[in-house]
């Protein structure tokens, strides 16, 4: 079983924001294969269903982006998950927007988010594809703004083809292996 996390802030408040662009990816996905059903267990909204023969569980943590480790790590912990076949989807201000990266193994660079998994699972061992939102462009705006922020009317005409490109290397990951999915997302955006 893989655990598919995308991470954000839970309320209506945050939906559009950059900070959110993982629960996004997630909705996404739900609404390409029908939104299975949704069930509230272990501090997530989590979506258990099958690609193929391959079962996953897809989740957004209800705890807020900074604690995100507590649920992957209930999660991870009830489902007998092991780091291996965890993949995180987040938002990232050191890529430009419409920039994917999936790797393993990394350092947290600063995401608080990432930094409390690292921390909760005792580990870097997952999988994590980086979703590029960019920098602020004001050089006084402060990164905590503007991640809470929506992304610009021209951001969200591009965002479909991104989060697309997102849900494409999730199925990529899972069926031709770290490598082939990798050479797939960490291309220039066009």
């Not at 839970?10 to 996905?29: S, W």
């Not at 790590?73 to 920039?99: A, M």
């Not at 350092?107 to 939102?133: F, P, S």
């Not at 503007?146 to 591009?158: A, D, H, N």
Request: hydrophobic content about 35%; proline content about 6%.
């Amino acid at each position: 079983m893989w655990l598919i996390a995308g991470l954000g802030n839970p309320g209506g408040k945050y939906r559009l924001h950059r900070h959110n662009v993982g629960f996004m990816a997630i909705d996404t996905y739900l609404a390409s294969i029908g939104h299975p059903p949704e069930k509230k267990e272990h501090k997530s909204l989590t979506y258990s269903f099958k690609i193929d023969d391959e079962k996953v569980l897809m989740a957004k943590p209800q705890t807020y982006m900074n604690n995100s480790g507590e649920a992957i790590l209930e999660l991870s912990q009830f489902y007998k998950i092991p780091s291996q076949k965890i993949l995180i989807l987040h938002d990232e201000i050191e890529l430009p927007f419409k920039t994917l990266r999936l790797q393993n193994k990394r350092g947290h660079g600063g995401q608080n988010g990432i930094r409390d998994i690292h921390e909760k699972l005792g580990t870097n061992d997952y999988y994590r594809i980086r979703i590029g939102v960019g920098r602020p462009s004001h050089p006084k705006q402060d990164v905590a703004s503007y991640v809470l922020s929506p992304f610009s009317k021209e951001e969200e005409i591009e965002l479909p083809n991104l989060l697309s490109r997102v849900c494409d290397g999730i199925e990529s990951l899972i069926f031709d292996g770290y490598d082939k999915a990798a050479t797939q997302l960490n291309v220039a955006p066009s």
